[in-house]
């Protein structure tokens, strides 16, 4: 057997470890940084709108005790999707919540959102902004890894199957608190694309838009104090929410 299926056997055999009473430790990863700052639309620049959401989500997970934040990004660099994945897998992340504002040239649409990863988006506007958000691999001038061998690949494939189920019911968990407390995209606020940073086959992934800069309503909500504080009590709970009902493979201390 290769190194790289291996390795995802050991990820696999994450699945049936006992769980842990410790703390749950969540990966935010703040969108964009350095060279690369994401969209931008009426003044706001998404990786700074991310980063600071991602460092207030923090603050909160802290106060509420049992779940550990772990900042990918606390400052202006650039990080390319794998030296992401890499920094929450070092930091021992059972969860990776990953934090973005986005654009649209369709339309007036407002409003939070969340996906979840899917080879096939939920339509073709999903499919455009994995695109975008994909670049960040290549943006720096490195070259993507290599394609692992049959059997990794099918290991790995069975391992996301497990940790897509997982990160489905992370979404629903979010939203149910979301909805109470923010304006949520009304049509479909769970969406699905290929995006590279939620491929972790041993870690439940999402990925939080915050809301649309280009809307004059969600561009107000993204400045104000209040909205973000619900906003992150709202994701906080959720979280919380998802670690009482989560598959006990996917609490166990990975450090």
Do not use: C
């Not at 649209?104 to 455009?128: I, K, N, P």
């Not at 940790?163 to 968990?173: H, M, P, Q, V």
């Amino acid at each position: 057997m290769r190194a790289g299926a291996v390795t995802v056997v050991a990820l696999l055999s994450l699945a049936i470890a006992p769980a842990s009473g410790g703390e749950i430790v969540v990966a935010i990863d703040a969108g964009h940084g350095g060279i690369d700052p994401g969209a931008s639309s009426g003044g706001l620049v998404e990786k700074q709108v991310a980063l600071g959401f991602a460092r207030r989500l923090a603050r909160h997970l802290e106060a509420a005790g049992g779940l550990r934040p772990l900042l990918v990004r606390d400052d202006d660099s650039f990080l390319t999707l794998t030296k992401r994945i890499a920094r929450a897998r070092a930091g021992g992340a059972n969860v990776l919540v990953s934090i973005h504002a986005d654009t649209t040239e369709r339309g007036d649409a407002e409003g939070a959102h969340v996906y979840t990863l899917s080879a096939e988006g939920t339509d073709e506007a999903a499919e455009q902004l994995a695109e975008r958000e994909n670049r960040a691999e290549i943006i720096g001038g490195i070259a993507l890894a290599g394609e692992p061998d049959d059997l990794a690949l099918l290991l790995v494939d069975l391992a996301q199957r497990g940790t897509g189920d997982e990160s489905a019911k992370l979404a629903r968990a979010a939203l149910a608190e979301l909805g109470g407390a923010v304006t949520l995209l009304p049509t479909e606020p769970h969406r699905e694309a290929n995006f590279r940073i939620l491929k972790a086959p041993e870690i439940p992934s999402i990925l939080v838009e915050l809301g649309y800069m280009s809307n004059e309503a969600d561009r107000a909500r993204l400045v104000s104090v209040d909205w973000q504080e619900r906003m992150a009590t709202a994701l906080t709970r959720g979280l919380r929410h998802w670690a009482e009902h989560a598959s006990p493979g996917f609490l166990f201390p990975k450090r």
